[in-house]
């Protein structure tokens, strides 16, 4: 019954309140309490310790003190450093770790050299920087020949394929291999004309060329076959050979 009396009492007492700042001290700010200000001077009192007992030590101070940990420690800025201290590294393990260094650079440049093999080896007439250029030398006996000497008519070939050093035909091979590719007067004929219709009419003469020329003369030329072949009995050997194409053009 005392408690809840108690309790009701409190709950129709007048609400505590603080005392503000007067109206002629706002511009000072709230108004400090006895729990602040308490704050307040024993950080004060906190820190004038700290600096009495440092006077205090700095006074007592002995200037031939040493500690052993003098020696590898510095003050930079007011704050203890600890000195980084060098490795010693003696004359045998030196040694050894340039033969483990050596060791290594030669492990590594078998590997690369190996590389370079296994790429080589794929590639197939292929000329790069730093290959072996090969030499092909010719002898002769007096100074005469040497001044008179002519690459062409020696390797029996041709002047412009002199510097090819792989499939360097002879004259004689030229003169018997057929040449592939349109080579016959009419094929020529139409070729010319398509040029001349082409600087002409622009893309019109070259359709007009393709769709109307070309087929005339295909269908003549094979008219000319079959003609040329009925009185031999092979028209249609000859007709198969006639129409071989190879890499894409009619072989004439």
């Not at 005392?19 to 400090?32: D, I, M, V, W």
Request: some cysteine.
């Amino acid at each position: 019954m005392a408690a809840a009396f108690r309790k009701a009492a409190k709950s129709r007492q007048r609400e505590h309140r603080e005392r503000s700042q007067p109206g002629f001290r706002k511009h000072l700010g709230l108004l400090e309490k006895k729990k602040d200000y308490k704050l307040r001077a024993d950080d004060y009192h906190k820190k004038q310790e700290f600096l009495r007992a440092l006077r205090k030590k700095a006074l007592e101070k002995n200037p031939d003190e040493f500690y052993y940990k003098m020696t590898r420690v510095k003050l930079q800025d007011g704050v203890h450093i600890i000195k980084e201290t060098k490795e010693e590294v003696t004359p045998e393990q030196l040694k050894l770790m340039r033969t483990q260094d050596i060791k290594y650079i030669e492990m590594k440049r078998v590997a690369e050299a190996k590389k370079i093999e296994r790429l080589k080896s794929e590639l197939h007439l292929l000329d790069f920087q730093g290959k072996q250029q090969n030499k092909h030398v010719f002898f002769f006996d007096t100074k005469k020949e040497v001044e008179q000497f002519d690459i062409a008519t020696h390797l029996q070939t041709a002047p412009e394929l002199v510097d090819r050093v792989f499939n360097r035909p002879r004259i004689e091979t030229l003169q018997k291999e057929k040449v592939k590719g349109i080579t016959h007067q009419t094929g020529l004929k139409v070729i010319f004309s398509i040029v001349i219709l082409m600087g002409v009419w622009g893309n019109q003469g070259s359709f007009l060329c393709v769709c109307v020329c070309v087929p005339l003369h295909l269908i003549c030329y094979l008219w000319k076959t079959l003609k040329f072949s009925l009185k031999n009995g092979r028209w249609k050997e000859d007709l198969m050979m006639r129409l071989e194409v190879e890499e894409g053009c009619l072989v004439f």
